[in-house]
């Protein structure tokens, strides 16, 4: 009953993760776009206003007719309209579903018993929680620090794009030694979101709210709190495709078991951020091809580099077993009756959690949805299967030790 309840919060949860997140994207998208498509004023009139740039559009049976103003209106209207809740719901809504679906069972999503490094290897499961959140918490230091002291007036903002680019790789590094695959690819997508959210927060918001109050005060506002909400939207707007990409490669787990999968998803992020570029330039009229098209490239580099291959299937297979309780039996091919044993092999260590009513504590459902209850169901998932227990991802956790000869078993499972 309990696993039912907590089911159903991930659902909510993840119902209004995902709302949010798509009204501030949307949110977000839309003001680059408008910032880019603005047009100088016709009329004379605005022109001696202060307007800088106009668009007009036509939507939903409307016309809509915005203006920027170079430096600030006139007088300004009481009724401004502010952005931030989407982005503060976001986060919020996200790091719930973190706390639900991780945090609350780190052993099994945390943990990666498979890393190179010893120390993350034996973490307990709240340590695994600590390491986390500081993950999440440093991530932001590291990249505000950066922001500070490499363009603090906005004048090497290309430097520091190029900092954030080779961060974003040594953080794809360190949470794929860190933690257990699918955690790691959700928590570098978490850093870049939570610098995304922690820019709103911390330096949009605030420098808007100073300007608003300079104005109010008829006081001209500092320049440099506009500049810089600019360059973090700026910043804002290049993660918004890789986090999105991230947060869905997590239920593909071909990504994320892959020996080379910070490789993997840092070429995720760098084509995310090529064809954002595309859309901002198209915005103020350049149409740039080469841009889709060489995040296109990177994204074949990522097919190629992940493709199954029989020898890194072995590895995987080999290295997560090693890790289940030394089991290094060399693999053995089974001679005898391959499709019933590999279906044994299925009820021995699989239908635990992959059942209709799974025994399993802590599953309500078969997760994923992936039922594996008669041979018929086996056969009909007997790619995925083979995908996954190659890999090494399932048995989750090796939580049922299945050992390297089983894996080869299935592998070589042909009906
Ligand atoms: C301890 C419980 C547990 C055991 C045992 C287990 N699984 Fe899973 N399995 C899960 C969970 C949880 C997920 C969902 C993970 C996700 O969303 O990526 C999953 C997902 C899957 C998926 C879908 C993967 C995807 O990319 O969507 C397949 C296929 C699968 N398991 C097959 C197996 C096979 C085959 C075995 C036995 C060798 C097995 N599982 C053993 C818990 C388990």
């Known amino acids: 009953m309990e696993a039912y309840f907590l089911d159903f919060a991930n659902l909510l949860l993840r119902w209004l993760h995902v709302i949010a997140a798509v009204a501030w994207i949307g949110e977000s998208i839309y003001f680059v776009m408008l910032d880019n498509g603005l047009r100088p ?26 203006q920027k103003y170079a430096s600030a209106p006139e007088k300004l209207p009481e009724d401004l309209h502010w952005s931030f809740w989407k982005a503060y ?60 002291r490499i363009s603090p007036n906005m004048e090497r903002d290309g430097l520091l794009s190029l900092a954030v680019a080779v961060m974003m790789v040594v953080v794809a590094y360190l949470s794929t ?44 506002p500092n320049p440099i709190d506009g500049k810089r909400g600019k360059q973090r939207s700026v910043h804002n707007t290049y993660f918004t495709l890789p986090v999105v990409l991230l947060m869905l490669s997590n239920h593909y787990s071909f990504t994320y078991t892959h020996e080379l999968s910070w490789v993997i998803m840092s070429l995720f992020i760098f084509a995310g951020a090529l064809i954002r570029q595309f859309f901002v330039l198209m915005h103020a009229g350049q149409i740039k091809p080469a841009y889709p098209a060489s995040g296109a490239v990177l994204i074949l580099v990522a097919v190629w580099i992940g493709a199954p291959t029989a020898g890194n299937a072995t590895a995987a297979a080999t290295a997560s077993s090693e890790t289940a309780g030394g089991e290094t039996a060399p693999a053995q091919v089974a001679q005898a009756e391959p499709e019933s044993r590999a279906q044994t092999i299925i009820e021995q260590r699989c239908v635990q959690c992959h059942a209709q009513n799974p025994s399993h504590a802590g599953f309500s459902a078969a997760p994923a949805g992936v039922i594996l209850d008669t041979p018929e169901q086996m056969l009909r998932q007997i790619d995925q299967i083979k995908q996954v227990v190659a890999s090494g991802y399932m048995p989750l956790g090796n939580i049922t030790q299945m050992t390297d000869e089983e894996r080869a078993e299935i592998a070589a499972w042909s009906p």
């Open 41 to 66: 004023p016709k009329a004379a009139e605005d022109q001696r206003k202060g307007v800088f740039g106009e668009m007009w559009a036509v939507h939903g049976g409307g016309f809509y007719h915005n």
């Open 89 to 148: 719901t976001t986060w919020l809504s996200g790091f719930g579903l973190f706390v639900l679906l991780y945090m609350a069972n780190p052993g099994f999503y945390l943990v990666n018993p498979g890393s190179d490094w010893a120390w993350a290897a034996n973490l307990t499961g709240w340590q695994a929680n600590v390491v986390a959140l500081l993950f999440l918490l440093g991530g932001w230091v590291v990249y505000n620090e950066m922001c500070k």
């Open 177 to 220: 030694q860190i933690f257990a695959g699918r955690a790691a690819f959700l928590l570098t997508g978490a850093v870049m979101a939570t610098a995304m959210s922690a820019n709103v927060f911390f330096w949009i918001i605030p420098g808007q709210r100073r300007m608003v109050k300079a104005m109010k005060a008829g006081e001209t």
